[in-house]
């Protein structure tokens, strides 16, 4: 997705065409994580059956590029997308919209552990 932040207001902070280029706080990546992705992607994203996939093996998420990676966590993915094999929605923002581009950059930092 050469789409650093599709879609949304250009006023919204939220949505601002950032592109990433610099590393996110895995710390505090870990943090938000914990409480906003965990219920869906389950603890250290290990999944959860019929909600999240697993991102320890995301081919997905390994093969996009941090902004691109952004971008796809700005907008989420509906239930009846193609690529959705849950058929569960993943909201964007991961359904807290007060996150920031910064707070969704260091959520990449922290996923960017999980594999391997």
Same mark, same amino acid.
């Given at each position: 997705?050469?789409?650093?932040?599709?879609?949304?207001?250009?006023?919204?902070?939220?949505?601002?065409?950032?592109?990433?280029?610099?590393?996110?706080? =895995?710390?505090?990546?870990?943090?938000?994580?914990?409480?906003?992705?965990?219920?869906?992607?389950?603890?250290?994203?290990?999944?959860?059956?019929?909600?999240?996939?697993?991102?320890?093996?995301?081919?997905?998420?390994?093969?996009?590029?941090?902004?691109?990676?952004?971008?796809?966590?700005?907008?989420? =993915?509906?239930?009846?997308?193609?690529?959705?094999?849950?058929?569960?929605?993943?909201?964007? =923002?991961?359904?807290?919209?007060?996150?920031?581009?910064?707070?969704?950059?260091?959520?990449?930092?922290?996923? =960017?552990?999980?594999?391997?």
């Amino acid at each position: 997705m050469a789409l650093a932040a599709c879609g949304g207001d250009p006023g919204d902070p939220g949505t601002t065409g950032t592109v990433v280029t610099g590393s996110g706080d =895995r710390g505090r990546g870990q943090e938000i994580f914990d409480s906003t992705c965990i219920t869906c992607h389950g603890p250290g994203g290990i999944g959860r059956a019929g909600l999240g996939k697993p991102l320890t093996t995301s081919t997905f998420a390994a093969g996009l590029t941090d902004s691109e990676l952004l971008a796809f966590l700005d907008v989420g =993915r509906p239930a009846d997308d193609p690529l959705n094999t849950t058929g569960v929605v993943m909201p964007p =923002r991961g359904g807290n919209p007060a996150l920031t581009d910064a707070d969704l950059i260091d959520v990449i930092a922290y996923v =960017r552990t999980l594999a391997g």
